[in-house]
Each structure stands twice: as structure tokens, then as C-alpha cells.
């Protein structure tokens, strides 16, 4: 006698990861897109927003997963390379490093998310942008150049706007503590 095996507890496993995600979008959805364009609202009619949202957030996912595009990783693939961008700018603040500044911050930021956006834009890849490289930098993904390019910057413009440290510093200044007074 073959038993069949019971697998609707991995099926449910697998919906409370995607329903916390879509709860969120579209708390997010509510909040920060509908919120500003009506300012007035009550917290009660945001969460009329947010609940006529999930559906919709739904009803788009199941079009996008069954749609089978190849653009939904390369999607994920560029907003892991955005989110890398801001690496050196917290490095550099939680490491305490005094010459970084805010001003390097955002030029770094901006190098390596203009970077990314372009190369996304226009198609390019280190194939096209580096024809003559070794054939090991032609699989580097350009969030690693991105971010070359960022901690460049960054160095390079909180050195040439080093005058200014302490105002826009990344680092906090190192006063001492006050004793509270008893």
C-alpha cells in the first residue's frame, strides 16, 4: 500500500512569508503614497486604503510571477545594487572615520546609483563597457563597479571639502557626557 503524503503545511509555509510582504506594501502603499497626496485623511481611512490595496498588490503579483518575465530578477538583481550604494557612506560613519563628511556621502551615493540607473537604462554591462578586460571582470556585476566608483567619490569629495568636517561630518563628535544633575 503506497501512502500519499500530506503537503499542504509547506504550501501554508510558504504564504506567511508572501502575506507579512503584502500587508507591508501595502500598509507602505497607504502611508507613503496615499498619505501625502491627501494629507487630511484619518488613520481609519488609510486603513480602508491599505485593505483595497492588498488585493490589488495581489492581483499584480500573480500577473508578474505568472507572466514569467526574466525582468523580475534583474529588478531584484539592480535594488540589491541600489541598497549597496549606501555600504561605504555607514561603514564610514560607524567606523568613526573623521574625514568623511555628508558632502562626500551623497557624491559617493549618487556616483554609484547614477552608474547603476545608467548602465540599466541604456543596457550596458562590463562586457560592453570594458571590452579589453580580462574575462573574469566581464561577470562582475555593475554594482561592484557602482560601488568602486562610490567609495571614490566619496573619498575624493570629503577630502576636497575637508575644511567643512565637523558641521556635515559622518562622524559624531567625541564630546563627553554630561553627569545628570541629582
Known sequence: MVRRRDRSGRHATALVPGSIMLISASTLLARNLYRPLRPGCSEAHLAKVA?????????????????????????LLVGFSFVTQLAPSLLAALLGWPRANRFGAMAGIAAGS?????????????????????????????????????????????????????????????TPIAPLAS
Open 51 to 75: 485593505r483595497f490595496s492588498s488585493p490589488l498588490l495581489t492581483l499584480l503579483a500573480v500577473v508578474l510571477t505568472l507572466g514569467g518575465s526574466p525582468s523580475i530578477v534583474s529588478l
Open 114 to 174: 547614477g552608474f547603476v540607473a545608467s548602465t540599466v537604462l541604456f543596457g550596458a554591462s562590463t562586457r560592453t563597457l570594458l571590452p579589453g578586460a580580462p574575462g573574469w571582470l566581464h561577470d562582475v556585476n555593475v554594482g561592484i563597479i557602482g560601488l568602486a566608483l562610490n567609495c571614490a567619490a566619496m573619498v575624493a569629495v570629503s577630502y576636497l571639502t575637508r575644511h567643512r568636517t565637523r558641521p556635515g561630518s559622518l562622524a559624531p563628535a567625541m
